[in-house]
């Protein structure tokens, strides 16, 4: 379940705060769908506490910023536990946050934009203790499909010609070995060295080309193409690969009316 709100108190700023949660049967009797999830105004968070059954919560807050006519900022950050109390082991659980910020613009009116990113998940997120609670339903994720990892993308695209777009891209990824489909730690485990960029990091990077091109009216040809350059492959020490990557589509779209007649 998950609820909402968005605030856009001017053309310029926009800010959000995002709440969900995810329950499951852990073998407690008469353990079903919860209709009181549906109400938009419960703050599922401090229900929680109260709560006897186990529930995984997680809240989120982003806001967007325009600056000028064509820049953006923009940022977003996620909580699924952090830790206060810290007097026992058990109280050590390492901090589950996330965090993305990113800027895009243009320039030479229009002709050229640019946007970069960089995005954070720690390795325990989007899971618990209870491993029915995790944020994955059948090996996929609910939120992202990873964790344990950090990313850096540039990419800068012009219009060499009407109708005609061409990308450039580069991007650095960092996946350490902590997977949010594995078992969550036992306590006695707990240690700083659990919390981002576990075990051996593997190092990714990035160079790709990418370009579009629209000859006729509802004709769209676009072709990706990368270089990734991989260090320490699939977290083995010292393990390293090089691949290209490539994609090529064709579409033609064409509209259909009239009316219909029986």
Do not use: C
């Amino acid at each position: 379940s998950a609820h909402r709100l968005v605030i856009t108190p001017s053309d310029r700023l926009a800010f959000a705060l995002t709440e969900s949660a995810v329950y499951g049967d852990n073998g407690e009797p008469n353990r079903f769908f919860e209709p009181w999830f549906l109400n938009p105004f419960n703050l599922w968070l401090l229900v929680n506490e109260n709560y006897v059954q186990s529930v995984n919560t997680l809240v989120a807050a982003d806001v967007s910023y325009r600056l000028g006519s064509s820049q953006r900022l923009a940022g977003q950050v996620f909580a699924d536990d952090i830790q206060v109390d810290t007097r026992t082991q058990g109280d050590k659980e390492p901090q589950q946050i996330g965090f993305t910020l990113s800027a895009t613009g243009g320039a030479r009116h229009g002709q050229v934009s640019w946007s970069a990113f960089y995005t954070r998940v720690n390795a325990l997120d989007y899971r618990t203790a209870a491993n029915e609670e995790q944020y994955s339903i059948r090996g996929l994720g609910l939120a992202r499909n990873h964790s344990d990892y950090d990313q850096l993308t540039a990419r800068a695209t012009l219009a060499p010609a009407p109708r005609a777009l061409v990308t450039g891209e580069m991007t650095v990824l960092r996946q350490g070995a902590a997977d949010f489909r594995e078992r969550f730690p036992p306590v006695s485990s707990y240690a700083d060295s659990l919390v981002f960029l576990t075990g051996i990091v593997e190092r990714t990077v990035r160079l790709a080309a990418q370009a579009a091109w629209t000859p006729l009216e509802g004709v769209n040809l676009t072709a990706d193409v990368g270089r990734h350059f991989i260090h320490n492959a699939a977290n083995a020490p010292g393990a390293s690969s090089g691949r290209w990557v490539w994609r090529v589509r064709a579409e033609i779209r064409r509209r259909l009316t009239g009316r219909l007649t029986w």
